[in-house]
């Protein structure tokens, strides 16, 4: 070995000591880290839950229900149920029922969806996801997306 | 036998106090440059209400409780039941707003007199981070009413991080606790608001004074032809200028309370996550970035309201040139007035966006970019329930 490349004694313990420095910091840190990272607690993968009677909705009508503790929306149009995430894509606000335009508006930035999740005005990047539904017994079923 | 001076007596067996007083002394009766004036105590402003904001919030956390189901509640009972709550809650609120508005004209004044170059460099860097902490403060604390104003403002400027490539949505879970803003949330934002973020402040002020205290005043001398100041025309730090920020201090308290008793803080209703309000505003320290956001895709927009802040914070290291007078540095002026102005304008036309306005007897809706539509009577929009 070329006596240029010898690596000291002194160099050696400089890199041990270091790296037991970084070592001793990282394994404090790593709990600090992971504690106050989420956890990420799942539900079921599948829920289904009743938005109400079929007979409380009539056309054009909307109602915002929970699913997996996510909002919602379901509207009835005379061809029948259509459910969306009621999360703008936008920045995260509510969409609600715009019953003039017979869309879907977001009250925070003015965007807009149509009847099948369409962004059709405003500056959301993407549609809204849909959510089965589905009428069972004269009971409005919503399933999680 | 007096009191003191037994008790210094004692102490003096003890400690050296004598280098202790020496140092006082010293600082006390330090020499300013002669055209220290109004001008000069916003920084010290600054502190006072800092201190007033330790003070108020340290009384509101004795009532307040930082989970979903009681926060509202108690800050409620802050505003109704609990002996001048109401104006302990006012005065922390209200002099948030103040101390935003003392930093950023303390930060103005500075920029101006050029009294961040050489050898300042690093104090008007600490000055910018105490700028930054200050608006995190006021970001962190509007959630904890728990709100519909501020659910939803935290909702849409913490969903603005996830837009950030690679890191965003890493970052955004993080701030949030989870996925939503939850319970998880408010604890997040209430140990930083109460724990972290005045220590971090705490220590970064005490660095920006001591910085300041060592190099003195800047003066409007060029940078490295700097004149001792004058014994004759200087003004001493005690009692002249300690007595003119008694008489600032004296007034921002009347202030405070004037504003607290006329105009209380609102608490309004309680946060529903499944129900967005209609024109929810952030505070009006971010009324320009929001604005700003709307005319760009939310990367680039993020992009470009990065520039403001990274461009003050280097500032110092970009404007070399040694001359401090306003009047010898045209570029760095101009681009100081331009960027308050845009501010100003962006920050009206954000308070004004999605609302509907009455000019000289016509109405107007002022839509998402700003932009003015006259309405007709019959033709106002309506909403479904």
Redesign the interface.
Known sequence: MNDDHKISRRTFLDWVLTGGLIAWAAAFLAPVVSY???S?KRGPAVQTVSAGKEADFHD???K?V?VSGH?VIVVRTPQGFRAFS?ICTH??????????RRQI??????GFFDLNGRVVG??P?RPLTEHGVAVINGEVMVKSA | MKVYPRLRAWLAERYDVGAVEQFVEHQAHKPLPPQTGFWHTFGSLSLYLFLNQVVTGILLMIYYRPTTNTAFESIRFIMTKAHFGWLIRGLHAWGATLMVLCVLIHMVRTFFMGAYKKPRELTWVLGVLIFGCTITFGFTGYLLPWNQLSYWATTVGTEITGAIPYVGEYMKLLLRGGEGVTGETLARFYVAHVVVLPWVLTGIIAVHLFLMRVQGLSTMERVGEEKPIDPQKAIPFFPHHVLKEGVIFCALIGVMVTLAVVWPAELGEKADPFVTPEGIKPEWYFLSTYQLLKYFPKLLGILVSMVPPVLLLIWPFIDRSPERHPKKRPVAVGIGIAGLVLAIVFGIVGHFSESHVTFNGKHYFIDIKGAPHLEQPAASPEKAP
């Open positions: 106050v990272w989420p990420q054009w009508q909307s915002i929970a909002p009621a920045l995260g606000c509510i969409v609600g029922w715009d019953a003039t508006a977001c009250p925070c930035h003015a405003g500056p990047p």
